[in-house]
């Protein structure tokens, strides 16, 4: 089994910062693609920012600047640091995984049980 973990969410002030990890566990051969996603309340799941395997990175316009995604492949570990929150961030954070659980096995996806966000104003 494959599990994904976040933490580091929370409740803070507008133009604080806060710093989500997501850990992948389990029977994992290789990790291509990771990435944070969030959903607010009543809208569907958006991508935040995703990294591949070869350190491509993407971001949503709307936290280019300000969020900052990494990555520790010895330990299976994404990283999102988020600077200058807004309110407008206030969200639950979803980490995504795509992965292989065997050598030249498909691809699966996998999510995290989601940290939730909240800045005040």
């Known amino acids: 089994q494959v599990q994904l973990v976040e933490s580091g969410g929370g409740l803070v002030q507008a133009g604080d910062s806060l710093r989500l990890s997501c850990v992948a566990s389990?029977?994992?051969?290789?990790?291509?693609?990771m990435g944070w996603y969030r959903q607010m309340a009543g809208n569907q799941r958006e991508l935040v920012a995703d990294?591949?395997?070869?350190?491509?990175?993407n971001y949503a316009d709307s936290v280019k600047g300000r969020f900052t995604i990494s990555r520790d492949n010895a330990k299976n570990t994404v990283y999102l640091q988020m600077n200058r929150l807004k309110p407008e961030d206030t969200a639950v954070y979803y980490c995504?995984?795509?992965?292989?659980?065997?050598?030249?096995?498909?691809?699966?996806?996998?999510w995290g049980q989601g940290t939730q966000v909240t800045v005040s104003s």
């Open positions: 990294i591949s395997s070869g350190s491509i990175i």
């Open positions: 995504k995984a795509i992965l292989q659980i065997e050598t030249r096995g498909p691809r699966y996806q996998y």
């Open positions: 389990g029977r994992i051969f290789s990790i291509s693609d």
